[in-house]
Every structure is written in structure tokens, then in C-alpha cells.
């Protein structure tokens, strides 16, 4: 008998209560947040539709009211956000067919992109215009930032017991809750606690600067109070304007980083450890264009090496 009632009831109210027994608890804040709009997306767009009632149609028709207002790839992470929970549904019984299979990913032809990162030229041009004065400001976390490639969130919990100057080394092992009320949170994943080499010019300049801090506070946020990112983004725009480069933001700065070391020669392997990205896919994914570019340098350099033989 429950299952019958758990069958006729609506779609958003079933999605919600899987979000709060599967996910709640289990996932970060952030993530979270994205199941919980997802269900408020579904109150919006089926508030009558039941659980019953969703066939392939019913479902390609939510995915296709969602595209209206939504790029490709939002819709994607919208449509694996549900899948989850009505694959479950089908396990339970509780719907006859998988209504997801075959699903077509549609959305609104993409915004023109901003430059993601910098060339070698227009970053160091860049970091040349940065005010590096004799205590701790944005301009210092933004050199850091590109020299390391940590994330946002990384960079701002970093504390001066994180340097290991003797051994050139960077310790990434905690991340700063800028979102809410600050204080330390957990590293995105596992792979996220990571060292990083630093070079000698780094860490002349950082020892100098850390001196008299204390050992445990956050070296960007203490006595700052409520960081946002629009605020140290606004503040390296303005820095890219003065340079005549692209205006690209912190995270750009983590994708240029990348790039460099990429199209330097370093191994995806390396890249991935050094962005503490939970696997290589992740990078490959993420910088799939600058390693196809990097390919297609080495057909290049084959094709020359094989035309010298005779």
C-alpha cells in the first residue's frame, strides 16, 4: 500500500525527500545547494507532475522547458542530478521504464566565452603591475594564486605554518567557508591535500613577509572579515585593465597556471597532482584544447624528426 501511495505522489515532493536521504550530509554545502535548486526548478516547472506519470516523454519535455532558459551543459548536470534519484525510483519499483534512457540534452546556444586564461607574455606582464608592498594585500594573494594554481578557497585558508620555506614546499591541506561565515573547512577531495613546490623567488619573498604572523591564522582573512570573491575578482580585473591584457578572474589565474606548465612540456600527471584534481580525466577534460594544441606540435615534431631520416 505505500508503495502505491509513493507512486501517485508528485514528482518534486519524492525528489526531495531522496535529496535529504541520500544526499544530506554526504555532499558539501556547495553541492548541496545545486541539488536544492534543482528541486526548486521542478517545483516550478512540473508542480503537478506525479511520480507515475513520468515517462520518456513527460521527462524529455522537462529537460526541454529546462534548455529554454538554460545552456547545454547546465542542462546535462541538471538531467544527471535527477537521473539519480528516478533510477532509484525504477530499482524501488515505483516507475515501470527508466524514463531518462535516451534523454536528448538540448540549451540555449552558449554566451561568447571570456578568455579563461593568459599567455605567458600577458601574465608576466600582468604580475609586473601587481603593488607589491611590504605587507600582506590582494596583490600578494593574486601572485601566489598564479604561481601555485590553487583554488579560491585554498589560497584564503592558508596559513603561515603552511609554508615550509627550508624545502621549497606549500602545504594545501584545509580550504576557507568564504561562502558563509568563514571559517576552516575540508579540501574539496582527497586528492585536494597536496604539496607544492615552490620556486626560490616565492619563497624570498613569502619568508620575508610572514614574519611576526601568527602561526594558525589565515594570513589573507585575518582581522579582514567576510571575503568575496567578486571583491579580490574586481580587484585583479582592474590590475589585467592597467596591464592592457585580458581580464580573466582567480579561477583564471588557476587555469593559466595549467596552461603554462601544459604547453611547458610537464606531464598531465603532474598538472593533475599540483591542481589536486581527484584524477587525470578531470585535467584532461578541463584543458582538452590546450593538449589536442600540444598534439598537434608533436605530429609536427615526429613528422620532422621521421623526414631527417634516410
Not at 84 to 94: H, Q, R, S, T
Not at 258 to 270: D, Q, Y
Not at 281 to 288: A, N, P, S
Request: charged share 25%; glycine share 4%.
Amino acid at each position: 500500500m505505500l508503495d502505491e501511495t509513493i507512486k501517485t505522489e508528485l514528482f518534486h515532493v519524492y525528489y526531495k525527500r531522496w535529496i535529504t536521504v541520500y544526499k544530506e550530509g554526504a555532499i558539501r554545502k556547495v553541492t548541496m545547494a545545486k541539488y536544492l535548486m534543482t528541486h526548486q526548478w521542478l517545483v516550478k516547472l512540473v508542480p503537478n507532475l506525479k511520480l507515475c506519470d513520468l515517462t520518456r516523454i513527460s521527462y524529455q519535455q522537462l529537460l526541454n522547458d529546462y534548455a529554454q532558459e538554460h545552456e547545454r551543459q547546465t542542462t546535462m548536470d541538471f538531467h544527471h542530478q535527477l537521473k539519480g534519484a528516478i533510477l532509484d525510483a525504477v530499482d524501488e519499483g515505483f516507475i515501470d521504464r527508466d524514463p531518462t534512457r535516451k534523454a536528448i540534452i538540448k540549451g540555449k546556444t552558449p554566451r561568447e566565452k571570456k578568455p579563461k586564461y593568459l599567455n605567458q607574455f600577458e601574465l608576466h606582464t600582468m604580475l609586473a603591475n601587481l603593488n607589491l608592498s611590504q605587507d600582506i594585500n590582494w596583490d600578494w594573494f593574486i601572485l601566489l594564486v598564479a604561481k601555485t594554481g590553487m583554488r579560491f578557497s585554498e589560497a584564503l585558508a592558508l596559513t603561515p605554518k603552511d609554508f615550509d620555506f627550508a624545502h621549497q614546499m606549500l602545504s594545501i591541506n584545509k580550504t576557507w567557508d568564504y561562502k558563509a561565515n568563514g571559517g576552516f573547512l575540508p579540501t574539496k577531495n582527497q586528492s585536494s591535500v597536496r604539496k607544492i613546490q615552490l620556486d626560490w623567488q616565492t619563497v624570498i619573498q613569502f619568508s620575508e613577509l610572514l614574519k611576526g604572523l601568527p602561526e594558525d591564522k589565515p594570513i589573507f582573512v585575518y582581522t579582514k572579515g567576510k571575503i568575496y570573491n567578486s571583491t579580490v575578482n574586481g580587484i585583479l580585473a582592474r590590475v589585467c585593465k592597467k596591464s592592457k591584457v585580458p581580464t580573466i578572474t582567480i579561477h583564471g589565474l588557476r587555469h593559466t597556471h595549467a596552461s603554462l606548465l601544459l604547453f611547458a612540456g610537464v606531464s598531465i600527471a603532474s598538472v593533475a597532482r599540483r591542481l589536486g584534481h581527484a584524477s587525470m580525466t578531470t585535467t584532461q577534460k578541463t584543458y582538452l584544447h590546450i593538449i589536442q594544441e600540444l598534439e598537434n606540435k608533436d605530429v609536427d615534431l615526429i613528422m620532422r624528426s621521421l623526414s631527417g631520416l634516410s
